[in-house]
């Protein structure tokens, strides 16, 4: 907001008005989300998703989203890049964002998609009805865009009786991983490309979680967005640490070898899709080094 302003919103709801006086102007400028919002079956609260507070962790970075999955706002001035998209119901953690910056859904330029899975594409396509651009791996495209993209991985499904795993299960059923629209025409990337959005994401392809796993590299801040090529927490069962683990855990030692494509940022900072942050010059190296299997 420029100098001089004051931002005054109507009302308690999220979605509710919001109006900028600029002072030393003789008029005053509505800034009320004149877009529509999605309507989404987006429940206020989630007895198995603990909220996450939204954490500022790096000028211009947002952590959002539940203590088990993360996704993330990148902000250059009003203009937002969203890195990944929960669960569909994680729609209200960025909602309740926008409403408290003083943003609307105009002001995201871009949703890039660290690959297509349903805990990552959440509310995505939702956004896209709506005019912003989704980024997707191209190898991940027929798998995100096919109605069976909501469907749990073998590694959770096989171990539901788990009450770690039912506890993730849980969360995402009630926020509405079953209702989950495919994405359709996703803008494709590939290894190596320099994305035109705010932030200017440099693609790392890292195989091995899945086909179109990748990281995003951060140049302004230095940070890595990992996606589930490098994770600090296990979200299906736990485990704490940097760890990997594929999508089938009979890939698993592939997801391992597949770090070495992050070696060109071992200087970097770790935001990962699942676990906390690690904010510590060089975080990325010794995340690698010290990167096991989390075993079920």
């Given amino acids: 907001m420029a100098r001089g302003a ?21 008029s005053v400028t509505s800034i009320m989300e004149a877009e529509p919002l999605p309507h989404l079956p987006v429940r206020p609260s989630n007895h198995f998703a603990t909220a996450r507070t939204p954490q500022p ?10 203590q088990r999955v993360n996704f993330f706002a990148l902000s250059e001035g009003r203009s937002v890049t969203l890195i990944d998209c929960g669960f569909r119901g994680h729609w209200r953690y ?9 943003r609307s859904v105009s002001d995201i ?10 805990d990552h594409i959440g509310f995505a396509q939702d956004l896209a009805a709506l005019g912003v651009p989704v980024y997707l791996h191209q190898a991940d495209h027929a798998f ?8 749990p991985p073998a590694r959770l499904w096989r171990r539901l009786w788990r009450p770690r795993a039912l506890s993730l299960f849980a969360e995402a059923v009630l926020d509405g991983v079953l209702t989950q629209p495919p994405l359709v025409a996703p803008r494709l ?20 979680h899945n086909a179109g796993s990748c990281a995003l ?12 090529a490098l994770m600090t927490l296990d979200p299906m069962f736990g485990t704490k640490g940097a760890v990997v683990f594929a999508e089938d855990d009979r890939n698993d030692a592939e997801a391992l070898a597949g770090l070495t494509a992050l070696a060109q940022h071992r200087d970097a900072l770790l935001l990962p899709a699942h676990g906390e942050p690690w904010l510590e010059l060089g975080s990325v190296g010794r995340a690698i080094d010290q990167a096991v299997i989390s075993t079920p």
């Fill in 144 to 151: 995100a865009t096919h109605p069976n993209v909501v469907r």
């Fill in 94 to 102: 960025l909602r309740a964002w926008l409403a408290e910056t003083g």
């Fill in 189 to 208: 990337f590939g290894d190596g490309d320099v994305l035109d959005v705010p932030g200017q994401l440099r693609v790392v392809q890292v195989p091995g």
């Fill in 109 to 118: 330029e871009a949703i890039v998609l660290t690959h297509g899975h349903a």
């Fill in 57 to 66: 962790i790096l000028a211009g970075i947002t952590l959002l989203g539940s």
């Fill in 6 to 26: 004051v931002l005054v919103r109507i009302g308690n709801h999220p979605d509710s008005v919001a109006v900028d006086f600029r002072f030393g102007s003789s």
């Fill in 217 to 228: 590299y951060h140049p302004s801040s230095g940070a890595l967005f990992s996606g589930d």
